[in-house]
């Protein structure tokens, strides 16, 4: 269906009732997000076997619970592999629960950090105390979004508003990642937070939630590597009095288009990153078909470096989708390059037969599109009618400077 919201300013602090603020020192920080009523929440996670403390914590939580009023995350730890790790999941969740005077299991938490290290609970504690202190003063979704950062260069927030019978409904998310991103719920880390004023059942925003992941997070990738701590919650506390039955197309749209936004965010702070690459695949016999191809593109390392380079090698692109495992007829199919924010299109591939070659209007055009900062491939299978969209980015030097570097 057509958008029917618009953008707005807030992120997590934009649907009625949420409060949120953050602080950090240097390496550690902290950040709380609260409704002041009673939310249903849902979460998904991580589907590495090795996870962080703070996900089989609130794994728990969200199952043997049905009233939620806070998310409390902290960078800088991830509070995963190390000894007494879950006890020091649960000293986080109480520090916020005794500051915001509510039961402790009302408290989601993620973390976000090196793997291995014990929690500095002192420093973390200090960093809630300082986030709780700032929450009470005002409500600032900006510093919660940059308590959340680790190697990120910039916060990601965005909110949304649609109406329904003259009332307004939003919602409004943060989220952090740079690095070790990889599909499947989820990433390595990708923390995110949503919040939204609807009426909804837990199951309801649970279906919700996952649809948008898949056609979101599940669909980024950075570096392919998959993270112990990747951790999505939305939170619903009915304050617009608007219920979910009555715009169920309105508010899946609006929840998928926050997740992809952020998702995008994501991708395109891909440590070192320069571009962002959106990888659309049309015409699969399947949406299996349509997702293993269009991940297959943003994978590739080889792609990914071209992009870097600004070298419109569409044969890195052809051979990423044969590789995919998803059905195609090398010799009817077609490549095309444009530029996301723009009408630039250079057909590289049709119908099976090379259009860009040396010295062609259409080979400097593409060599141009490369050059912009967002790249649009699109590939068409010409085999059945079904689509996806994958979010990736460039792999430059830097990658390798931040992440050989990361704990030293």
């Not at 997590?12 to 009732?17: C, H, L, N, Y």
């Not at 792999?395 to 030293?408: A, M, P, R, W």
């Given at each position: 269906m057509a958008e029917n919201f618009v953008v707005v300013d807030g992120g997590?602090?934009?649907?009625?009732?949420f409060k949120a603020n953050g602080h950090k020192d240097r390496k550690y920080g902290a950040a709380l997000i609260y409704s002041e009523t009673d939310a249903v929440a849902a979460g998904v996670f991580?589907?590495?076997?090795?996870?962080?403390?703070?996900?089989?914590?609130?794994?728990?939580?969200?199952?043997?619970?049905?009233v939620f009023r806070a998310i409390v995350a902290n960078?800088?730890?991830?509070?995963?592999?190390?000894?007494?790790?879950?006890?020091?999941?649960?000293?986080?969740?109480?520090?916020?629960?005794?500051?915001?005077?509510?039961?402790?299991?009302?408290?989601?938490s993620a973390s976000t950090g090196v793997i291995g290290r014990k929690m500095p609970m002192d420093i973390i504690a200090l960093e809630v105390e300082r986030a709780f202190e700032n929450i009470t003063l005002e409500s600032s979704n900006e510093n919660a979004s940059k308590a959340i950062m680790t190697t990120d260069a910039f916060p990601?927030?965005?909110?949304?508003?649609?109406?329904?019978?003259?009332?307004?409904?939003?919602?409004?998310?943060?989220?952090?990642?740079?690095?070790?991103?990889?599909?499947?719920?989820?990433h390595a880390t990708m923390l995110g937070f949503i919040t939204t004023d609807i009426e909804i059942s837990k199951e309801d925003l649970t279906n919700s939630l996952q649809k948008a992941t898949d056609e979101s997070f599940n669909?980024?990738?950075?570096?392919?590597?998959?993270?112990?701590?990747?951790?999505?919650?939305?939170?619903?506390?009915?304050?617009?009095?608007?219920?979910?039955?009555?715009?169920?197309?309105?508010?899946?749209?609006?929840?998928?288009?926050?997740?992809?936004?952020?998702?995008?965010m994501i991708v395109s702070d891909g440590e070192g990153a320069k571009k962002l690459i959106e990888a659309t695949v049309f015409g699969a016999e399947t949406k299996e078909d349509a997702k293993k191809a269009s991940m297959s593109i943003v994978r590739s390392l080889l792609l990914k470096t071209a992009v870097f380079g600004a070298d419109p090698n569409w044969g890195r692109i052809a051979a990423a989708v044969g590789y995919s495992g998803a059905e195609m007829d090398m010799n009817n199919f077609d490549i095309i390059i444009s530029n996301i924010s723009s009408e630039k299109q250079a057909i590289l591939v049709k119908a099976g037969e090379q259009i860009a070659d040396c010295g062609t209007p259409e080979l400097k055009l593409a060599e141009e599109i490369m050059k912009e900062d967002k790249i649009k491939i699109i590939v068409d299978l010409k085999r059945g009618s079904f689509e996806n969209t994958?979010?990736?980015?460039?792999?430059?030097?830097?990658?390798?400077?931040?992440?050989?570097?990361?704990?030293?």
């Open positions: 997590v602090v934009a649907p009625k009732g991580t589907t590495n076997k090795v996870y962080a403390h703070p996900v089989a914590l609130s794994k728990d939580t969200l199952v043997n619970n049905k960078s800088g730890n991830a509070n995963c592999f190390t000894k007494g790790g879950m006890e020091d999941a649960e000293l986080l969740v109480k520090k916020a629960a005794e500051l915001l005077k509510i039961p402790e299991n009302q408290v989601l990601k927030t965005v909110a949304v508003e649609f109406e329904v019978n003259g009332k307004s409904v939003r919602i409004g998310g943060i989220a952090k990642g740079a690095g070790m991103i990889a599909p499947n719920m989820l669909n980024a990738v950075v570096d392919g590597d998959m993270s112990t701590n990747d951790t999505v919650y939305v939170l619903a506390n009915s304050q617009s009095g608007v219920k979910y039955k009555d715009c169920k197309e309105e508010f899946d749209c609006a929840l998928t288009y926050v997740s992809k936004e952020l998702a995008k994958a979010f990736g980015c460039d792999l430059g030097y830097d990658y390798v400077k931040i992440n050989s570097e990361y704990t030293t």
